[in-house]
């Protein structure tokens, strides 16, 4: 019997959902089609596909939860509708599928037993920070979320650094926006005056903020960063 197709659907990276400005009509075909969809959150998944316009009613699609402690003992039963032949959505909390996302399991997983994988186009936060910020596009690393506890945040923020320093090399990482101000913190107490941060926030909604500017012009700044959701870059 022939595999179903996985498709990767982007999501919004806000509250609200703008198909026009977000997503090519291509993917609110294939998401139309679809009856079948893995997610991260069930709640705001069925927000999100109704938003789209899906044309059956949402009780009548199938969600399966896939989070960051999903055992992975329940990945077969969640792919089982591909191996039987049907098509399904891997949809992202926010943003593109398996970047910073638990996603990637299932299609590992995919890959190994044979199942085409289409990932779709739309909004990337890490990317579309990177872009905005003037720094080396050539040439970066993302770290997704830095460790919690003091001393262990302040020794990566200063490998981070050197690392920007000594590679020539833009550093990205996140944080949980309840988070973002403590992090903002320890940036402006822990690098050098000249280092260039730049803070991405609200990216794709009508309050999109963009900043790139050296520590010393930070530490004089007070961004609004408060529960919403940001991407942090340094470089030299």
Known sequence: MNTGTLYLIPSSLGGTVNA??????????????????????????????????????????????????????????????????????????????????????????????????????????????????????????????LPVEKPDLIHRIRKIESNAERWDQTQIFIETPYRNRKLFEYLVKTCKGQTLLCIAIDLTLPTQSIRTMTISEWSKASPDLHKKPAVFLLYR
């Open 20 to 145: 026009d400005s977000l997503f090519p009509e291509y993917n609110l075909q294939v998401i139309r089609e679809l009856n079948e969809f893995i997610v991260e959150n069930v709640r705001t998944a069925r927000r999100f596909i109704s938003a789209l316009g899906h044309p059956l009613p949402i009780d009548q699609l199938t969600f399966r939860e896939l989070g960051k402690h999903t055992p992975e003992e329940v990945f077969a039963s969640i792919i089982a509708p591909l191996l039987e032949g049907k098509d399904m959505g891997l949809l992202s909390e926010a943003g593109t599928p398996c970047i910073a996302d638990p996603g990637s399991a299932i299609v590992r997983i995919a890959h190994e037993k044979g199942i085409r994988i289409i990932p779709l186009i739309g909004p990337n936060s890490i990317l579309l920070a990177l872009m905005g910020s003037g720094f080396n596009g050539q040439h970066f690393t993302f770290h997704g979320y």
